[in-house]
C-alpha cells in the first residue's frame, strides 16, 4: 500500500484507481470518538467516491482503528453498499412476470449491446451500471426500467436505448 497521505495507490493488479484521501480525513474528522458510526462512515464515503474503494476501507480502519474485517462485514452486509466502482448512470430493468412476459429479455439484450455492459455489471466506460431487478412496483407499465431513479415504461428495445442514450 502507498502512503497514506494525499493519495493511496491500489495494490499492485488491482483495477482500482488512485482516490484523493483528503475527502475521508473530513469524513472520519466528522465522526472521530462517535461510538457506533461505522455505517454512517461508510455511506459518506460511499457518497464521496461512489462506491468503498478498498483503498478507502483499509485507511478507514487504519485511522479509526476498526478492524479491516468489521467493515468489509458491515459493507458485505448491507445490499446499499457497493465494492466495485460503479457507473454515472445506474440503469434497473425489471424482469419480473409482467415485464418479463412483455418483453423485458429483449430490452436487457439491447441495452447490453448497445452500451457494452453486462447484467450486473458495468460499462467499460463507467458511464452505466446495469442492474436486473424483479419488481419495480410498475407492473401497468411493463415493460419497465429505472434510469437513475427516473421511470421508463412500455418501451421496446430501441425506444429503451434512445432514452438511456439521452440520460448520458
Known amino acids: 500500500m502507498a502512503a497514506l497521505q494525499g493519495q493511496a495507490c491500489c495494490e499492485a493488479g488491482s483495477a482500482e484507481p488512485p482516490i484523493d484521501l483528503a475527502r475521508l480525513d473530513r469524513i472520519l474528522e466528522e465522526f472521530k470518538g462517535r461510538k457506533g458510526a461505522i455505517i454512517p462512515i461508510l455511506q459518506r464515503t460511499q ?26 462485514g458491515v459493507a458485505t452486509f448491507y445490499a446499499q453498499f457497493h465494492l466495485k ?3 454515472k448512470h445506474l440503469i434497473r430493468v425489471c424482469d419480473g412476470t ?13 441495452l447490453e449491446k448497445s452500451l457494452g455492459v453486462a447484467p450486473g455489471g458495468t460499462s467499460p466506460d463507467y458511464q452505466f451500471s446495469l ?8 407492473c401497468g407499465l411493463a415493460p419497465v426500467a429505472l434510469v437513475d431513479e427516473k421511470v421508463f415504461g412500455r418501451l421496446g428495445p430501441d425506444g429503451l436505448v434512445n432514452k438511456v442514450k439521452a440520460v448520458s
Do not use: M, Q, W
Not at 98 to 110: E, L, M, W, Y
Not at 131 to 138: A, D, F, K, R
Open 47 to 72: 457518497d464521496a467516491y461512489g462506491y468503498l474503494p478498498k483503498s478507502a476501507l483499509h485507511y478507514i480502519s487504519k485511522k479509526t482503528l476498526i478492524p479491516i474485517n468489521k467493515l468489509y
Open 85 to 87: 466502482r460503479r457507473g
Open 98 to 110: 409482467a415485464c418479463h412476459v412483455r418483453g423485458a429479455d429483449k430490452n436487457i439484450s439491447a
Open 131 to 138: 442492474e436486473i431487478v424483479y419488481c419495480l412496483g410498475s
